[in-house]
Each structure stands twice: as structure tokens, then as C-alpha cells.
């Protein structure tokens, strides 16, 4: 538990930074129809199954043109 406690200050910051990454893709996600490779269901598993590369791997190949 000591170890835990020691640990917060740096889980707490990179926890708080993959579920604002996680949410901003999923809303993304969900709001534009067009994606460079695979489909909406496709990329909403992968945004949340791969956790903080998924959403870094949305926004660098798989989000399409903007309308």
C-alpha cells in the first residue's frame, strides 16, 4: 500500500491524461462520418481497448478531412 501511495503522484497525472485523451476521440469518433481507414465501430474498440495509443493512433491516421 506504501508503494501505492508513493506511486499516486505519477499514476494520478498520466490516469487524468488518458481519459481526457480517451473521451476526446470517442466524441470525435462518434461526431464525423469519415475516417481515413476502418469504420466507426472499428475505431471506437480501438480507442478504448488500447487505452492511450488508441486514441494517439486516431488522431494520426484514422481521423479523415474535416468538413
Known sequence: METLMEMLPIILPLFIIQLILMVTALVHVLRHPNYRFGSRGIWMVVVI??????????FAIGRGEED
Request: without cysteine; proline residues 10%.
Open 49 to 58: 481497448v488500447l487505452q492511450i495509443i488508441g486514441p494517439v493512433l486516431y
